[in-house]
């Protein structure tokens, strides 16, 4: 039986980084031109709006996946239109790249956070952080 804390925990993490995914997409579309998914509200950080787009896929499947094994598995989109994908080809590529983006992003980053908590929890100062005190920052 998986612990059902960490898979909580981990279920919180995946609806972060999965708003944010779709965010971006939907954010570059905007950027582009394509409206479609601004004005359907999924240009924001709160997942409200892609779990009512999505919720088999950002609610009920995650969370069963977290009961049965641990760890949460499912999908979201977002609203594009496929006229416009055609019409700019190129900027439909750069809303298909935001989301990975970002992603990359996340990944590159996290350590600092794990790092800044360290310092904290070891009672070091941040401003003074010891010569080894985990990964380096995110630094773009």
Do not use: K
């Amino acid at each position: 039986m998986p612990d059902l804390a960490d898979g909580l925990l981990y279920y919180v993490v995946f609806l972060f980084s999965t708003t944010l995914h779709e965010a971006a997409h939907a954010w570059a579309a905007a950027r582009g031109g394509d409206l479609t998914a601004y004005q359907g509200g999924q240009v924001s950080l709160s997942p409200v709006p892609h779990i009512r787009r999505e919720p088999i896929g950002m609610v009920v499947l995650p969370l069963f996946a977290v009961l049965t094994t641990g760890w949460p598995f499912g999908y979201a989109s977002a609203l594009y239109n496929p006229d416009w994908a055609r019409r700019c080809p190129h900027r439909a590529a750069w809303m298909a790249l935001a989301g990975p983006a970002v992603n990359l992003t996340l990944w590159r980053c996290w350590p600092a956070s794990l790092s800044h908590r360290t310092r904290y929890a070891s009672g070091t100062s941040p401003a003074r952080p010891r010569r080894d005190s985990g990964p380096r920052p995110c630094t773009w």
